[in-house]
Each structure stands twice: as structure tokens, then as C-alpha cells.
């Protein structure tokens, strides 16, 4: 399926990330702490409630992300909550929530078939290589990337592989007070 066919169908596959300045979404150990460090206020930005931001959460109907992204988000106290969330891995691995479901085998099965069948707005959250497999599948029709105001200097890269160059149009940019800055992305269809 295309991405013009899953649209007319109506799911989204959005690729949500939080990158540093210079493009890491990772320190080199996995550590993801620096996301947490209060700055300096953007007085121009803007803020959301937490009411905006469960209101928000509440659109997701599934996320989709890797093996080591999953185990994170375990140590970091499941930020999914009851969302349907399906965990992509070759690994053999398990979990006392009902919300969760493991896959191994072919991403456009795992889409076409699995996904677009319940879901429509779905989100993939990481890790780097999985995110990067969907794209060189053409398999994500929006990219949110939020870029944080830090430097890493080194660790993981979003866009670390040998992806082919591909136009998107920009649907909007949002500056918060936190300093922050949000893009989103389109994919643009033939």
C-alpha cells in the first residue's frame, strides 16, 4: 500500500521524535535525561495544559516502536498508558500488559494488514533503525520532530542510516516556552 492508498483509507502513520540541536535523540549510553532539563523560558512561546496535552494523547490510537525504545519506556514508568502499543522485534519478549502486542516479520504486513485494519492514527515513536526502516518503506505519512535547545555533541542519530533524498512539506511549526521547537512534516504523494 502507498502512502496515497493509506490515506485514502484513511490511516496516518506519524513519525514522532525529540531530537538535540546537532540531531541526536540519544546519548551514546541510551540516556534520554537531557529531554528533562528546564532551560531558560521562550517568553514568545507557547505553553500547553495538561488538559490540551490528555486531550491530545487521546487522538493516538496505537504506537509502534522497537524492543530497546519499549524497555525504556518500561524503566521510565510507561508513558502509554491503555493505548495500544505494538512492539516491533526479533527478540522474544513479554509483558503483563493487555495493551501490549509483540510483532516480528515484514513492516507493510505489519501495516497493511495488522494496523490499518483497527487504527488510524498511529504513531511510531522509535528507535532509531525501526523509524528509519519505515521510511525507507515509504511507510510514514507525517514526521512531528521536536527538537530540543541542546547539544549532545555525540550519540544516536534519527537519520543516521543511507536514506534516500525525499521531499516533505511542512505543515506547521509551533515554539514553546520551554524552548523547544515542533515541526510537522507531510509526506508529499505522487
Not at 490540551?52 to 509502534?64: G, L, P, Q, R, S
Not at 524503566?75 to 527478540?91: A, K, M
Not at 537519520?159 to 514553546?176: D, I, Q
Amino acid at each position: 500500500m502507498s502512502r496515497s492508498e493509506g490515506n485514502a483509507k484513511g490511516r496516518t502513520i506519524t513519525l514522532h521524535m525529540v531530537s538535540s540541536l546537532d540531531g541526536f535523540i540519544a546519548k551514546k549510553d541510551n540516556s534520554v535525561s537531557w529531554l528533562n532539563d528546564d532551560g531558560p523560558v521562550y517568553e514568545a512561546g507557547i505553553s500547553i495544559s495538561a488538559e490540551e496535552a490528555a486531550a491530545f494523547i487521546k487522538t493516538i490510537d496505537c504506537y509502534v516502536l522497537g524492543s530497546r525504545t519499549y524497555e525504556h519506556a518500561l524503566e521510565l514508568g510507561w508513558p502509554y498508558g491503555d493505548t495500544p502499543v505494538v512492539v516491533v522485534s526479533s527478540r522474544e519478549l513479554s509483558s503483563t500488559r493487555k495493551s501490549v502486542e509483540f510483532y516480528s516479520g515484514d513492516l507493510r504486513t505489519l501495516v497493511d494488514v495488522k494496523l490499518a485494519a483497527r487504527y488510524r492514527n498511529i504513531w511510531l515513536v522509535g528507535g532509531a533503525m525501526l523509524c528509519q526502516r519505515f521510511l525507507e518503506l515509504s511507510l510514514v505519512d507525517e514526521i512531528v520532530l521536536t527538537i530540543a535547545p541542546v547539544l549532545l555533541g555525540e550519540g544516536l542519530r534519527l537519520f543516521g542510516g543511507s536514506l534516500a533524498e525525499e521531499r516533505w512539506r511542512l505543515k506547521n511549526v509551533a515554539a514553546y516556552k520551554n524552548g523547544f521547537v515542533e515541526m510537522s512534516y507531510r509526506a508529499v504523494t505522487a
